[in-house]
């Protein structure tokens, strides 16, 4: 009976093990399983993290390069519209002139009513930012000439914007510097010659525009050693027209060679100087006559 009892207790113990055994495995398995196929591997994960934060940044690029490109387009289209609206008033102010002139009055309308139409056709063009500035500068200059003609019956001379009349010339006086040979053929590349002096009462209207700044006028002693204007005319120093002590064709400042081009001082006086200074310069063209 023992025997038996032993061996049925035996029996009872090894199904038992192999009961817990294989239940524990499928247990394992299972679970092992389901996690794996849960969690991604963390090199794929920050992968996917970086990929979106990069895409993100782009956006961002991308969201305010169009914001800043449209303010520069709103921006000129500001000023388009400013100048346009300018050459409307003065259009107007015309219009308006010319009701009072009986002698000139039906030559005028037309020349307005023309302007009317190129100005038309200008606010067209203003809208997709492709028009020819100088084609409006050229407009604009007529608009002002023929402005001046009304307010005086017998002036037929007129200068382009930014220039100024005397004396049946015009006069571009530049805010900007450069040397003396570049603004010779600057002034030459508007059809124009760096200034030319030809009388007191010229002399004085320009100095009155130049004053206290430096500027170049069209005199030199670089050419044959003996002070010239341009235009080959011999200019014979007055020393009440010079600083103190000037010229004195100085050669101490580094540059190379000696002083041999001429500028307005602060003052309206001349001094000699090196020629590659940068300076202002004036410029000086006959009048045109619009008709």
């Not at 050693?225 to 235009?231: I, P, R, T, V």
Request: hydrophobic fraction near 30%; glycine fraction near 6%.
């Amino acid at each position: 009976m023992r025997h038996s009892t032993g061996e049925s207790s035996s029996n009872s113990n090894e199904y038992h093990d192999e009961l817990d055994n294989t239940d524990t495995k499928a247990i394992w398995r299972k679970d092992t399983v389901s996690r794996l196929a849960v969690v991604p591997p963390a090199g794929q994960s920050r992968w996917s993290f970086c990929l979106f934060g990069f895409s993100v940044i782009l956006l961002l690029i991308l969201i305010i390069s169009i914001s800043v490109t449209k303010v520069q387009m709103d921006r000129k289209l500001s000023t388009v519209e400013k100048e346009i609206n300018n050459l409307t008033q003065t259009l107007l102010s015309i219009t308006a002139r010319i009701q009072s002139l009986d002698k000139h009055g039906e030559f005028m309308q037309q020349k307005v009513s023309q302007m009317g139409l190129n100005l038309n056709t200008l606010q067209e063009r203003s809208e997709d930012m492709s028009f020819n500035v100088d084609r409006i500068e050229g407009f604009a200059s007529q608009l002002k000439c023929l402005f001046n003609k009304l307010n005086n019956e017998t002036q037929d001379q007129c200068c382009p914007l930014q220039w100024s009349v005397f004396s049946k010339h015009c006069y571009y006086f530049s805010d900007y510097g450069m040397s003396w040979h570049r603004a010779r053929d600057e002034c030459e590349n508007m059809k124009a010659e760096l200034l030319i002096l030809k009388s007191r009462e010229e002399k004085e209207f320009v100095i009155q525009r130049t004053m206290p700044y430096y500027y170049w006028l069209g005199l030199s002693d670089e050419r044959t050693g003996e002070w010239e204007w341009l235009d080959g005319t011999p200019y014979v120093i007055d020393k009440r027209e010079w600083m103190p002590g000037q010229p004195d064709d100085w050669r101490l400042h580094g540059l190379g060679g000696g002083e041999d081009c001429a500028h307005f001082h602060m003052d309206g006086r001349y001094n000699d100087d090196h020629c590659s200074r940068d300076y202002r310069f004036v410029c000086k063209a006959h009048t045109h006559t619009i008709h």
